[in-house]
């Protein structure tokens, strides 16, 4: 079945570097991707997505391109923050706005120190 | 923005006994909410699909019977662990499907179950 693959963290970063965190999918079709966030306490909010291969989904200086060649969503962030310490996680649709439910990923620990 | 809420947050029951926990979409219908559960360091794992007004649709390994979910109405579903052993022991996070135009999903914060 559909599937989602990211890196295993916990990931710990100084403030102000480059952060990746890698994603690959399995699926049949053709499915949405998602970058969930999930801060201490809170439960998880929409960082961003894309729909279909070569979108960019981007907000908060984060960013994603949908690679279809290499089944990826590479989540991304140029200049990190401390209050960017959460943990992320990817996640699929098979179809949007339906009742399709997401598979994630097993979720990714950022910490980003001063 | 659209906030579904949980409750309770937290609860810790003795093993037999029965726990009820609800979700709630606070400024949005939702015809169809998801409950999931989320193991230390683990994926969060789907258990059932909830839908308005009919039963329940479980995944496969997922005890109907154990896990009861009624969604009675448009922001309203309800998980309850029928007779609760430490092996339930979880976080139990639900989420909803905004039924207007976005159809996008909001997730509740999550509810720990500590079952002694």
């Known amino acids: 079945g559909d599937s989602v693959t990211q890196m295993e963290g916990p990931v710990t970063l100084s403030e102000e570097a480059f952060l990746t965190i890698n994603c690959t999918y399995t699926?049949?079709?053709?499915?949405?991707l998602f970058w969930y966030v999930q801060y201490p306490g809170e439960g998880l909010q929409l960082l961003l997505k894309?729909?279909?291969?070569?979108d960019k989904g981007s907000n908060k200086g984060f960013e994603a391109t949908y690679r279809k060649e290499t089944t990826s969503f590479h989540l991304e962030k140029g200049s990190v923050q401390v209050s960017d310490s959460a943990v992320y996680f990817c996640?699929?649709?098979?179809?949007?706005?339906?009742?399709?439910?997401?598979?994630f990923g097993k979720g990714t620990s950022l910490l980003v120190t001063p | 923005g659209a906030v579904v809420s949980q409750h309770p947050s937290w609860v810790i029951c003795k093993s037999g006994t029965s726990v009820k926990i609800e979700c709630r979409s606070l400024?949005?219908?939702?015809?169809?909410m998801f409950w999931y559960r989320q193991f230390p360091k683990q994926s969060l794992m789907l258990m059932a699909t909830?839908?308005?007004?009919?039963?329940?649709?479980?995944e496969q390994g997922v005890e109907k019977d154990k896990f009861l979910i009624n969604h009675a109405s448009l922001t309203l579903s309800t998980l309850t662990v029928t007779s609760a052993h430490p092996e339930d022991s979880s976080f139990y996070i639900c989420?909803?499907?905004?039924?207007?135009?976005?159809?996008?999903?909001?997730f509740g914060e999550g509810s720990r179950l500590t079952v002694l």
């Open positions: 699926a049949t079709g053709y499915p949405s």
């Open positions: 989420s909803a499907r905004d039924s207007g135009n976005t159809g996008e999903l909001f």
């Open positions: 894309a729909t279909k291969a070569d």
């Open positions: 909830s839908n308005e007004g009919s039963k329940a649709t479980y």
């Open positions: 400024d949005f219908q939702a015809t169809t």
């Open positions: 996640a699929l649709s098979p179809v949007t706005n339906s009742g399709y439910a997401l598979n």
